[in-house]
C-alpha cells in the first residue's frame, strides 16, 4: 500500500508542476496577445497620421511621434523581459517534473540518446548544440540587467514592431 500512495503523490506532484508549466506558459501567450492588439492600434493611429492634413504645430508633433515612438519600445521592452522571466520559470518547473520521470541525470539521458544510441549529422549537431545553449539561457531563472536593457532586441518580433512603429512615425511626421 506504501509504494501505492508514493506513486499517486508522485503522479499528483507531476500533475501540479506541469500545471505551474501550463499556466506560465498561458501568461506568455496572453501577453503576446495583448501586445501585439496594442501595437496594431497604435499602428493604425500612426497610419491615420500620416494621411491627416498638415500639422498646426510640427514642433510638438514631432514630441509626441518621438514620445509615442519611445515608450511604445519600452513597453515592447518590458512584455519581452516578463515573459522572458516567464519561460524561465516554466522550463524550471518543466525540469523539475521531467526529474520525477526521469530520475537519471537529464545530462545523461542526453548523452546516451543523443551520442551513444545514434550518430548526429552536422546538421543535428549544430541544431542540438543551439537547444543546449537556449535550455541553458531559459533555465537561469534570474534575467541578467545586460539582458534586461537590450535583450529584447535580439528578438525578431521586437524588431518588427520597433521597426514598423519607427517607420509608420516617420512616415505620419512627414505625411503632416
Known sequence: MADEDKAHFEKDRFDATMKLVEFRLARISSRRQ??????VGLWAILAAWIFKSKADHPFIFWLVLICIVLVHIWWIRMHWVRSTQ??????????DAA????????????KFYFYEER?????EKRL?????TMARFYKKREISDCEKRLG???EGVCWVQVLTTVVLAIG???GA
Not at 495583448?34 to 501595437?39: I, L, P, R, S, Y
Not at 516567464?86 to 525540469?95: L, M, P
Not at 550518430?119 to 546538421?123: A, V
Open 152 to 154: 529584447f532586441l535580439c
Open 128 to 132: 542540438h548544440s543551439l537547444c543546449e
Open 99 to 110: 526529474k520525477l520521470i526521469y530520475p537519471t541525470p537529464k545530462e545523461e539521458v542526453r
Open 34 to 39: 495583448h501586445e501585439w492588439k496594442v501595437t
Open 172 to 174: 505620419a511626421a512627414f
Open 86 to 95: 516567464d519561460a524561465k520559470i516554466a522550463f524550471t518547473y518543466q525540469d
Open 119 to 123: 550518430k548526429l549529422s552536422g546538421c
